[in-house]
C-alpha cells in the first residue's frame, strides 16, 4: 500500500530453526498440518507425494558405528528472496499463482489460481511444494476440525508453507480494531513456532531490531542477507536463493551439510555467485 | 427454400459468431474454471467466533495444559497452554493430534454388545440402560456365587478420581484384582519404598541439574512428562551442560546428548554399579544421605572393578572413569534410569543402582536433585463398609499375585496376568474390565494375552476407541474422550512437585458415550447394597467437586494446581536391591545369535491411545513403508546376513517370527536390532492398522526375580532372507 | 470406393488395408485415449509423478515432440526465406510432421496440468517472467501458424479443390505462405527457446542452470539451434518410414542430400556450442555452486557418464560427420543412420533436460529420485504417435504431400480405371479437367 | 458473400460457370438469411436463455425487514453486525443474537411467527443465505475497510439496510455462488459499486482509492495474501 510502505521499512518474516535444540520429534509438522487444513491419506509413507508443508530431514556424518552423529533439519518453506524478490519459484510460475511481498518477505501460493504445471515444484530446490495429487478426503465427522482461516485445497494444484500467513491477516485485524497497524512480534508467530516443544525454533521480522530473530540471526544487506553469527548457515545459500529461513548449529558438519562444498571449500566461506 | 451444405453452413457460422458475441462461453469458461477452484465435494469450513477453552492432555501421563481453539462449537486445533507449569505454550505431536481421536471414526460410537464370535466384529448398538443392566447381571451373578474375586480390571493408571472410583468398585464388590498398565512407575515406586521407606515416586529437578547421566532415558524421546523433559534438553543446551546418554542405540535422545556412550544391551546396571565403583574408589562422595554404606563398599569395589565393569558393559575403562569424574565434579549432577519412554516395569538392581549414584553425589531432594515424592493425597474418600460376599472376595489372593509370598513388594503385576488366565492363576477369571489400556496390543508376548482374553467368559471394555482390546470384549460402554469430559489428571511423570490438572469438556459429546465414572456410579446404584452405599455422588461431577475441595475454584480457573511445599517421603537412602542377579535376556545364543531391543519414538503414542493420522504422517518412511515395517541393523550385521537396505527379512525369536524390512544403521551396535515399539495394530482404521508390527509379538516378559516384574530389555533374535 | 478423393496420378494401398492399418492404430488410439479419460477424471495420481518429478514423461515428450517438429520452421525458413527452392518438394510433409508433433505437444500439456479447465490462466493470469508464459505464447501462435500452413494441403484434396472457395482461398495463401513462415520461423526461435529457458532458469538446480545471454540462458539458444538441426533430421526419418511403408520412393535424393547436409552442418554448429556450453557449466557454473561433474553422474543406477557420451557424441559429433561428409551422406544406410542417432541425441538432450534435473540430489542430504512412468503416462504419450500416424496414413492417402511422387512413381494400366469412379460421387461439379 | 462468390467464380472454367450463375445469387440470398438466423439464435440463447439457466433461486427461510431493525435498535448497521474482540466480524449474527430481544414474538407478522415457531423456540439457527458471501479462498477483512478504510457498508453492501423485504437469493449453478458477487448484469456492466464483488472490483475500488499495494514483485500490485488465504 502507498501510504502504508511511508509508516515504515517493510517487513522481511523469516525463522532462525536451532538444530542443536531441534529433536525431530515432528510437533512443528504435525502443528502445521493442524494448523493448515493439511490432508492426509491411508498410506502417507511414500514420502515423495506426501504432503508436509514442514518436513524434518535426517542428517547424518556418514561415519560408522559408534561415530556416527545425526542432526534433524525442518525444513519449511524458505521464502526465498532470490535476487529482488525473484525467489527460484514465483519467477517460473505461468498464471502468477505465486508471488512474492516486498512488504512482507512472504512467498504466497494461491491454488485457485494454480492450474497444476508443477513448473514451481522443479524450480524449488528444497522441495517445499506440494502437488495435491488425490482430492482431499477427510475420513468421516474429522472435517469438523477443519479450521475456517486456511481454504482446503483441491486436487491438482500445488500447495506450501505460508509462514502462516492467515495469523497475520488475523492479527492484522485486530490492530486494526486497536487502532494500529503493525502486527507486535507477539501476535504473529507461525503454528510451527508457537508448538515446537524445544523452543527450536524464533519467528520474526528480520528487519527488525527488536525481534528476537533479528538478533539471533544478524542478517547483513550487504552481503547477500549472511547471517553474522557464527553458529548461521542457510540452506543452499550459494545458489542465490537468499532464504529467509536460518539454521544454527554448533556442529561444523552439519553447517557443511547445508551447501554444496567442493573438497577444498572451507565451510561457509566461499564467495556469492552473481547473475 | 432448398436448405442445402451451404446453407447448413451459413447457419452454423452465424451461429458461431453469435455464440462468440454473446457471455455464453466466456461465462461458462470463467464460471467452470471458479467451479474447479472450490469443487462441491472440497470441505468448506464454517467460519464463527473464535473461543480458547483450556484444559488439561491426558494422552499420555505427562499432565500439559492445552488451549482448544473452537470455532463456534467446532475444536479446530489444539495448542500448549501458554504460561502452563509443565508445558508452557510447548506441545507435543501426540497433543496436536487429539482432535483426530476426538472427532476420528474409529470412535466407538454408543454402547454396543458382540452378536458375533469373539473377535468377528459383529456389534448390536444398544442404549446405556441396556449396557448397564447387562453389566449388573453379569456382576450381580458371580458376586451372587461368591466369585466376586473372579472378577479384574484393568486401568491405564492408579491415579486420579476416575481410577479410585473403578479401585473403589472392585472393593465394594468385592475383588482384589484390580490392576494398572505396567509402566516404569511400577519399579519406581517399588524402589522408593526399598530406599527411602515410603510410598512415593522420585521426581527429578532436570532444569537445575548441571550434569545429566540418562541410563537410556528417553528425554526426547517422551521419557517422562515428554513437553518438559524436551524444554529441559533445551535449556541444558543453552546452559551448556554436559548430557551424556548411555545406550545401545543411537536415539535422538543419544543424538542430542552431548556424549553418546554406547554400551552392550542390558548391562545399564552393571556400568551404573561400575561408575558407583568409581566413586567410592576415588572418594568422590558425598555420603551425607546414603546409610549403610560401610561393608557394602568393600563388596562394590569386589563386584564392579572398572576392567570388570569394562568387560560386561562394553564401554572402555577409561570412559567409565571419566563419565565418574564428570559425575562427580559436577555441582548437581543427576542420573536418570528408564528406558526409552519407560513403558516396562523394569529392573530393580537397575532403577537403585542408579538412584544410589545420586545419592552418592548427594543430590536427594535437592535442587537440581533426585526428590523422593510422596503420593497425592487429594482424594479422602470414607472407606467402603464391605458386606459379607465383598469381604469374602478381598481376602482372596490376587490373580497376578502380587502383594504375596516372593511378589510381597509388588502392587501390580499386570506382566503374569496372561499365564495367571491361561491357568497358572489360583482361580479362573470370569469377568474382566478393561478402562484405558489396550492390554491385547500393549502386553508383551501378545499372542498369550490374545489367548488369555479368549479364556475370559465376559470382557467389558470402556475404551473410546476400537482397539485390539475392545475387539476381543463382549460388551462396549465407550468413554468420552478427554476432550468432552471433567477428570483430575495428578500429574506425576518425574516432575519434582506435586501437580494436579484438570480436563474439561471442550466440546459436549460428540457421538453416544457415557463417563467413565457416571457407569460406575449408575452400575454401583444398579447393584444397591453396600455397592451403591460405597458411591454416595448424585454423579462424577460432584463427585470430582467434593473430592477436590478447596481445589476446585482454583482448577477451574487455572486448570492446574501446585502443590507448594511438598514434604519429601524421606531424606536418607538406604542401600536395597542392588544385589539383585541382572535380568538377561530370554533364548539361546545358539540358536539365535543376535539380539532385538525395542526403542521408543515419540511420534507413536506407545500406548493406550492409538496414532492418529497426523502422527503416523509423521513417521519416516525408514519406519514403516506401506505396511512394512522396519528393524534397524548395523551394516555389518546385515551384510553377514546378505541383506541391503530395504531388503525384507524373516525376523524370528524365541516367542514368535515376523516379517520386517531392513533399515541400515550406523547407529546401532553390530549384532543388535532395534525396532520401534507400538506399531503393528490389528485395530483401528486403515490410517493404522495393519502397519508395521508389534514388538510385543516378538518379546515376551522376562521376571526380575527380585520384584515378579516384567524387566526385558530385548530377546534374542535371527535374521534370515524373506 | 475412395479413389474420387485420391490424388491424380498416384496409386494407394486397397481400401481393406488402408483400414487395418487404420483399425490396428485406432487400437492403439484408443487405448491412449482411455488412458487420457482416466488422468482426466481421476487426477495426475494416475501418474508415477510426485513431488520430486514434478515434470516427468510428459514435459519430456512435448520438449522432444517441439524440438523434432522443429523441421517444420527450419524448412521453411530455408525454403522461403533463403530460398532454398528444392525443398518444396519435402516441406509438406515438413509441415504436416510439424502439426502433428505441435498438436500433440498441445494434448500432452492439456493432460499434463493439474486443472485442465484453468489451463487458459496462462493466457489471461499470464506471468511475463516466466519462460512457460512465453512457451504458452509462442506455442498457441505456431501452432496456429501451422495450421494456417497446413489448411492449404487439406484444401489441394481432389474434391476440396473442385470448390473454387477453397481452391483459391488454397491459392492466395499458397502466395502469402513465405510470410507464414517468417512467422513460423520467428515465433519458433521464441518458444523453442524458451523451453530451454524452462530448465536454464532455474537457479535453485545447480544441473540446469546456465549462465547467459541477456535475459535468457545459454539453453535458450541452443535448443533454437538444437531444434533447427535436429528437426530435419526427424522429418527425413519419418519421410523414410513412409517410403519404407510405403514402399516407393517419394522425395528425390537430391532434396533429401540438401536438407540432410544442412541439416548436418547445423548439428555440428550445435555439438560445437553444446561442447563448449557443457565445459563451462562443467568447470565454471557448476563449482561455482560447489557441484561436480561427479555429482551428476554417479551415485546412483541409471544417469551416469554414458549420458553425456551418448547425447553428445553419439547424438551430436557422430550424426554430424556422417552428414556432413558427401561420400557418407549419400550412402543410404549411413545417411539414416544418422538421422536415428540425431534424432536419439536431441531426445536424450531433452530427457536429460527435464529427468536428471528432476533425479539429481540438491541439498546434500537429499537422495536421487528415480521415477519410472505409470502405464497410464506410457499411453497417453503414444497415443499422439498413433494420432500422428493415422494422420499421416489419411493425409497421405489423400493430400498431395509429397508433389515428386507422381514422376518418381509413373503409375502405367490402372491410371484410367482409379479416375473413372468419382464422377458418379459428384454429379452437379464435374471437375475441370477431368 | 458474394463477392466471394465473384471471386470463386473467376477462378472456375466457362462450363462451370455457365449454369451457376443465377443459382449462385439465389442461394446467397438464403445464405445470408441462414446466417442472420443462426446469429440471432445464438444471440438469444445466449443473452437471454443462458443467464436464466446458469443462475436459480431461493428464497431467505423467512422475511427479514431491515428498515424495521435499523429504525428500532439505533446504532445502524453495526447493532447487529460488529467487530468482535479479535476484530474478527460477526457478520450475519447468530439465533442467540436475535433471541436477545425476540425472545416473545414482536408484532404479529406472519414472518415473525415462523420464526420464533420454528428456530427460536425450536433453538435452531436461521439458515440464512448470505448475499455477499464470498469464495472459501478469500480473506476479505472488514476491520480494515471499515475501521481502517472508514468505509461505508453501502459502498459494498448497496442498500441492504433501507429493505423491507428480503429479496430472493440468486445463485450460479455451476460455482453456487451468490449472483451479487458474480455480477447482476450478464455482460458485466456495474451501475453500483456493489453490483458485482469479484477480484476485479476490489482492484478497482483500490486502485481509485490510491490504495494500491504495490509490494507484489510480479504484479506490481497487492500481493496475493493481502486478500485470499
Request: glycine fraction near 10%.
Amino acid at each position: 500500500m502507498k501510504h502504508e510502505q511511508t509508516h515504515g521499512t517493510p517487513m522481511k518474516y523469516g525463522m532462525a530453526i536451532d538444530l542443536d535444540k531441534c529433536t525431530g520429534c515432528g510437533a512443528c509438522m504435525v502443528a502445521c498440518m493442524a494448523e493448515n487444513n493439511i490432508p492426509f491419506k491411508e498410506d502417507e509413507s511414500e514420502k515423495l507425494v506426501s504432503i508436509t508443508w514442514m518436513r524434518i530431514f535426517k542428517l547424518s556424518n556418514g561415519k560408522s558405528f559408534p561415530d556416527l552423529d545425526i542432526c534433524y533439519l525442518p525444513r519449511p518453506c524458505q521464502h526465498c528472496e532470490g535476487h529482488g524478490g525473484h525467489s527460484p519459484c514465483v519467477s517460473v510460475c505461468p498464471a502468477t499463482a505465486t508471488d512474492y511481498s516486498q512488504e512482507t518477505g512472504i512467498v504466497s501460493q494461491i491454488v485457485t489460481r494454480c492450474f497444476g504445471c508443477r513448473y514451481c515444484m522443479g524450480a524449488c530446490p528444497y522441495h517445499a511444494r506440494y502437488f495435491n495429487w488425490w482430492d482431499p478426503v477427510w475420513p468421516d465427522g474429522m472435517e469438523k476440525y477443519l479450521s475456517p482461516n486456511v481454504s482446503p485445497r483441491m486436487r491438482g494444484v500445488v500447495e506450501k508453507c505460508s509462514f502462516c500467513y492467515h495469523r497475520y491477516q488475523l492479527a492484522k485485524n485486530k490492530a486494526y480494531l486497536n487502532g494500529g497497524r503493525r502486527v507486535p512480534e507477539e501476535a504473529y508467530q507461525t503454528a510451527c513456532t508457537q508448538a515446537c516443544p524445544a523452543g527450536a525454533i524464533v519467528f520474526g521480522d528480520l528487519n527488525n531490531p527488536e525481534h528476537q530473530v533479528h538478533q539471533i540471526v544478524k542478517p547483513d544487506p550487504d552481503n547477500g542477507n549472511r547471517s553474522r553469527n557464527d553458529r548461521a548457515f542457510r540452506l543452499l545459500e550459494r545458489t542465490g536463493t537468499n532464504t529467509k529461513v536460518y539454521y544454527l548449529s554448533s556442529r561444523e558438519w552439519v553447517r557443511r551439510a547445508g551447501d554444496n562444498y567442493l573438497a577444498h571449500e572451507k565451510t561457509g566461506q566461499v564467495a556469492k555467485l552473481h547473475h | 427454400m432448398k436448405v442445402d451444405r451451404r446453407s447448413f453452413l451459413s447457419f452454423v457460422i452465424g451461429g458461431a459468431a453469435g455464440t462468440a458475441l454473446s457471455p455464453l462461453p466466456w461465462k461458462l469458461m470463467d464460471d467452470s474454471s471458479i467451479w474447479s477452484q472450490m469443487w462441491p465435494w472440497t470441505p468448506v469450513p464454517p467460519d464463527g467466533e473464535v473461543v480458547y477453552e483450556n484444559s488439561t492432555c491426558s494422552l499420555c501421563p505427562g499432565g500439559c495444559g492445552i488451549s482448544v481453539r473452537k470455532v463456534d462449537n467446532r475444536a479446530v486445533k489444539i495448542e500448549g497452554r501458554p504460561g502452563h507449569p509443565v508445558n508452557d505454550g510447548s506441545i507435543c505431536i501426540l497433543g496436536l493430534s487429539g482432535l483426530q481421536m476426538l472427532y476420528g471414526p474409529t470412535r466407538i460410537k454408543s454402547p454396543m454388545k458382540r452378536i458375533g464370535e469373539r473377535g468377528e466384529g459383529k456389534w448390536q448398538k444398544i442404549s446405556w440402560d441396556e449396557a448397564i443392566a447387562i453389566l449388573t447381571e453379569k456382576l450381580t451373578d458371580i458376586r451372587d456365587k461368591g466369585e466376586a474375586h473372579t472378577v479384574a480390571a484393568i486401568a491405564g493408571s492408579d491415579s486420579g478420581t476416575v481410577p479410585a472410583l473403578i479401585r473403589r468398585f472392585m472393593t465394594a464388590y468385592g475383588s482384589p484384582n484390580f490392576m494398572r498398565s505396567p509402566s516404569q512407575r511400577d519399579v519406581d515406586e517399588l524402589a522408593v519404598k526399598a530406599l527411602f521407606g515410603g510410598d512415593g515416586r522420585t521426581g527429578f529437578d532436570v532444569e537445575n541439574a548441571d550434569y545429566i547421566l540418562s541410563f537410556g532415558s528417553g528425554f526426547v524421546d517422551g521419557w517422562g512428562s515428554p513437553v518438559r523433559m524436551f524444554k529441559a534438553a533445551s535449556l541444558w543446551k543453552e546452559k551448556n551442560i554436559t548430557v551424556v546418554q548411555v545406550e545401545p542405540r543411537l536415539s535422538n535422545s543419544a543424538a542430542k546428548a552431548t556424549r553418546w556412550v554406547p554400551l552392550n544391551p542390558g548391562t545399564e546396571a552393571d556400568l551404573a554399579l561400575g561408575i558407583a565403583a568409581v566413586l567410592v574408589d576415588e572418594n568422590m562422595l558425598d555420603t551425607r544421605a546414603v546409610s549403610g554404606l560401610g561393608s557394602w563398599k568393600n563388596d562394590l569395589l569386589a563386584a564392579y572393578a572398572t576392567e570388570k565393569v569394562s568387560q560386561t558393559t562394553g564401554v572402555a575403562a577409561g570412559v567409565i572413569v571419566d563419565l565418574a569424574k564428570g559425575f562427580a565434579g559436577a555441582n548437581r549432577p543427576l542420573a536418570l534410569c528408564g528406558r526409552g519412554k519407560g513403558l516396562v516395569s523394569g529392573s530393580l538392581r537397575e532403577t537403585a543402582a542408579v538412584y544410589l549414584l545420586n545419592a552418592l553425589s548427594g543430590n536427594i531432594n535437592r535442587e537440581g536433585g533426585m526428590w523422593a515424592m510422596p503420593e497425592a493425597d487429594y482424594i479422602q474418600w470414607p472407606d467402603v463398609a464391605t458386606d459379607n460376599l465383598a469381604s469374602a472376595g478381598l481376602v482372596q489372593p490376587r490373580l497376578d499375585g502380587a502383594g504375596t509370598g516372593k511378589y510381597a513388594d509388588a502392587r501390580y503385576l499386570t506382566n503374569r496376568l496372561a499365564d495367571s488366565v491361561n491357568g497358572g492363576g489360583p482361580y479362573p477369571m470370569q469377568a474382566l474390565l478393561v478402562a484405558g489400556a489396550n492390554p491385547c496390543h500393549d502386553l508383551p508376548d501378545t499372542q498369550r494375552v490374545r489367548a488369555a482374553f479368549a479364556r475370559i467368559p465376559f470382557i467389558v471394555s470402556f475404551s473410546s476407541f476400537q482397539d485390539e482390546t475392545a475387539a476381543m470384549a463382549d460388551l462396549l460402554m465407550p468413554d468420552h474422550v478427554y476432550l468432552e469430559r471433567y477428570e483430575d489428571v495428578p500429574i506425576g511423570a518425574g516432575l519434582a512437585q506435586q501437580m494436579i490438572g484438570l480436563s474439561k469438556p471442550v466440546v459436549s459429546p460428540q457421538f453416544n458415550t457415557r463417563h467413565l465414572g457416571e457407569v460406575l456410579i449408575a452400575t454401583a446404584m444398579a447393584m444397591g447394597g453396600s455397592i451403591a452405599n460405597a458411591f454416595p455422588w448424585d454423579d462424577y461431577e460432584t463427585c470430582l467437586e467434593e473430592t477436590l475441595a478447596e481445589k476446585w475454584d482454583s482448577l477451574m480457573e487455572t486448570g492446574v494446581w501446585v502443590q507448594a511445599d511438598t514434604e519429601p517421603v524421606a531424606d536418607t537412602f538406604q542401600l536395597a536391591g542392588m544385589d539383585a542377579p541382572a535380568v538377561q535376556a530370554e533364548g539361546d545364543v545358539n540358536s539365535f545369535p543376535l539380539l532385538l531391543v525395542p526403542y521408543d519414538a515419540i511420534q507413536l503414542t506407545s500406548g493406550y491411545v492409538g496414532e492418529a493420522p497426523f502422527m503416523i504422517k509423521a513417521v519416516a518412511d525408514t519406519v514403516i513403508k506401506g505396511t512394512d515395517g522396519f528393524i534397524e541393523v548395523n551394516p555389518q550385521t546385515a551384510r553377514a546376513a546378505g541383506l541391503a537396505e530395504g531388503e525384507r527379512a524373516r525376523l524370528t525369536t524365541p516367542r514368535g517370527e515376523a516379517q520386517v524390512c531392513v533399515h541400515l544403521f550406523e547407529g546401532i551396535q553390530p549384532g543388535v536390532l532395534a525396532m520401534v515399539r507400538g506399531l503393528g495394530h490389528t485395530a483401528y482404521d486403515g490410517h493404522l492398522a495393519g502397519k508395521g508390527v508389534n514388538i510385543n509379538e516378538l518379546i515376551g516378559p522376562v521376571e526380575d526375580p527380585s520384584t515378579g516384574f516384567d524387566a526385558a530389555w530385548g530377546i534374542r533374535a535371527k535374521l534370515a532372507k524373506a | 470406393m475412395d479413389s474420387a478423393l485420391i490424388p491424380k496420378g498416384v496409386k494407394r494401398c486397397p481400401m481393406w488395408q488402408f483400414l487395418l492399418g487404420l483399425g490396428i492404430v485406432g487400437a492403439v488410439l484408443a487405448w491412449g485415449v482411455y488412458a487420457m479419460l482416466l488422468v482426466w477424471f481421476k487426477g495426475l495420481n494416475q501418474t508415477n509423478m510426485n513431488d520430486y518429478y514434478g515434470f516427468a514423461l510428459w514435459i519430456w515428450a512435448d520438449l522432444a515432440v517441439i524440438a523434432l517438429g522443429g523441421g517444420a520452421f527450419f524448412s521453411g525458413l530455408l525454403k522461403y526465406i533463403v530460398g532454398k527452392d528444392e525443398l518444396k518438394n519435402i516441406i509438406n510433409y515438413a509441415v504436416l510432421i510439424g502439426f502433428i508433433c505441435y498438436s500433440s505437444a498441445l494434448l500432452i500439456l492439456a493432460i499434463d496440468i493439474g486443472q485442465p479447465l484453468r489451463g487458459w490462466f496462462i493466457f489471461w493470469h499470464a506471468n511475463v517472467h516466466s519462460m512457460l508464459t512465453e512457451v504458452a505464447f509462442c506455442l498457441s501462435c505456431y501452432f496456429a501458424v501451422l495450421t494456417i500452413e497446413y489448411i492449404p494441403l487439406i484444401l489441394e484434396n481432389r474434391q476440396l479443390d473442385k470448390v473454387p472457395f477453397f481452391h483459391n482461398l488454397s491459392h492466395n495463401m499458397h502466395e502469402t505462405m513465405a510470410v507464414f513462415a517468417a512467422t513460423g520461423a520467428f515465433l519458433s526461435f521464441f518458444h523453442q527457446g524458451s523451453l530451454g529457458g524452462v530448465a536454464g532458469v532455474l537457479f535453485g538446480r545447480p544441473f540446469a542452470f546456465r549462465e547467459g545471454l541477456l535475459i535468457w540462458p545459454w539453453t535458450f539458444f541452443l535448443f533454437t539451434w538444437s531444434a533447427a538441426a535436429y528437426g530435419p533430421c526427424f522429418t527425413l526419418l519419418i519421410t523414410w518410414i513412409t517410403e519404407k511403408v510405403a514402399r516407393k520412393k517419394l522425395v528425390k535424393d537430391n532434396v533429401i542430400e540438401l536438407l540432410a547436409k544442412i541439416s548436418g552442418w547445423m548439428i555440428f554448429t550445435y555439438t560445437i556450442a553444446k561442447i563448449c556450453d557443457t565445459t563451462r557449466w562443467a568447470n565454471i557454473t557448476a563449482p561455482g555452486l560447489g557441484q561436480n561433474l561427479a555429482d551428476f553422474y554417479t551415485g546412483n543406477a541409471f544417469y551416469g557418464y554414458w549420458i553425456l557420451f551418448a547425447e553428445i557424441i553419439l547424438g551430436g559429433v557422430v550424426p554430424a560427420i556422417i552428414l556432413i561428409s558427401a561420400p557418407l551422406r549419400k550412402n543410404p544406410t549411413w545417411r539414416v543412420t544418422a538421422f536415428f542417432l540425431g534424432v536419439m541425441g536431441v531426445s536424450l538432450n531433452r530427457w536429460v533436460m527435464v529427468l536428471q534435473v528432476m533425479a539429481v540430489p540438491i541439498m546434500p542430504f537429499d537422495t536421487w529420485a528415480l521415477y519410472y512412468p505409470s502405464w497410464q503416462e506410457v499411453a497417453t504419450t503414444i497415443l499422439p504417435v498413433a494420432y500422428g500416424i493415422i494422420l499421416i496414413m489419411i493425409s497421405y492417402r489423400y493430400l498431395p504431400i509429397f508433389p515428386q511422387e507422381a514422376e518418381l512413381n509413373p503409375i502405367q494400366e490402372e491410371a484410367a480405371m482409379a479416375v473413372e469412379p468419382h464422377t458418379e460421387s459428384v454429379p452437379d461439379l464435374k471437375p475441370a479437367n477431368a | 458473400m458474394s463477392t466471394l462468390d465473384e471471386k470463386a467464380q473467376a477462378g472456375m472454367d466457362d462450363h462451370a460457370a455457365h449454369g451457376g450463375d443465377g443459382k449462385a445469387s439465389g442461394a446467397g440470398g438464403f445464405i445470408i438469411l441462414f446466417f442472420i438466423i443462426g446469429f440471432a439464435a445464438s444471440m438469444v440463447l445466449g443473452w437471454v436463455i443462458f443467464p436464466k439457466l446458469l443462475y436459480s433461486q431461493k428464497q431467505q427461510p423467512l422475511n427479514f425487514n431491515h428498515a424495521l431493525h435499523v429504525e428500532e435498535v439505533g446504532e445502524g448497521c453495526q447493532a447487529c453486525h460488529y467487530f468482535r474482540e479479535d476484530g474478527s466480524f460477526s457478520g450475519i449474527p447468530k439465533l442467540a443474537q436475535c433471541t436477545e430481544c425476540h425472545e416473545e414474538p414482536m408484532g404479529d407478522t406472519e414472518d415473525e411467527a415462523i420464526f420464533v415457531e420454528q428456530y427460536v423456540t425450536k433453538d435452531r439457527e436461521v439458515p440464512w443465505l448470505s448475499y455477499s458471501r464470498q469464495p472459501d479462498c478469500v480473506f476479505f477483512s472488514h476491520a480494515a475497510h471499515v475501521i481502517g478504510a472508514k468505509m461505508d457498508c453501502v459502498v459494498c453492501h448497496g442498500h441492504i439496510g433501507e429493505s423491507e423485504v428480503s429479496r430472493p437469493y440468486e445463485y450460479n449453478r455451476l460455482t453456487g455462488y451468490s449472483r451479487d458477487i458474480w455480477g447482476k448484469n450478464i455482460a458485466g456492466f456495474k451501475r453500483n459499486s456493489w453490483d458485482r464483488m469479484k477480484m476485479d472490483d476490489c482492484a478497482a475500488c483500490h486502485k481509485e482509492a490510491d490504495a494500491i499495494h504495490d509490494v507484489s514483485v510480479q504484479t506490481q500490485r497487492g500481493h496475493c495474501y493481502v486478500c485470499h488465504k
